[in-house]
């Protein structure tokens, strides 16, 4: 085993002194925390379909009220089914992020 430096030798050390049922008690006292931290996320609470006119897009709805819509599921309601519908565009001015065609300046 290399070590780089005092920290890394320590930290070795007190794994290797660790039983097998300590080291499956601090792992899942990390991932128990890594979810509470993720708790606070939005979650999807609900499936369904808005309508805008005569058109009805699938979406869902999350805990915090947000609707939120798929590219897919846009795509389709306005009738774009070709392939170029699912290409990705630059935004012009934009330091490189990718839009749906449908969301590009130039549509």
Request: hydrophobic share 35%; charged share 25%; with cysteine.
């Amino acid at each position: 085993m290399i070590v780089k430096n005092k920290q890394s030798l320590g930290g070795t050390k007190r794994a290797e002194s660790l039983t097998d049922e300590q080291r499956k008690e601090i792992a899942s006292g990390a991932a128990k925390a890594k979810w509470k931290e993720e708790a606070g996320l939005p979650k999807a609470e609900y499936r369904g379909e808005i309508t805008i006119g005569d058109i009805r897009i699938p979406c869902a709805v999350l805990n915090n009220g947000q609707r939120v819509i798929t590219e897919h599921g846009i795509t389709k309601a306005i009738g774009s089914r070709s392939g170029a519908s699912k290409r990705l565009k630059k935004a012009s001015g934009s330091n490189g992020a990718l839009l749906p065609i449908f969301l590009a300046p130039a549509n």
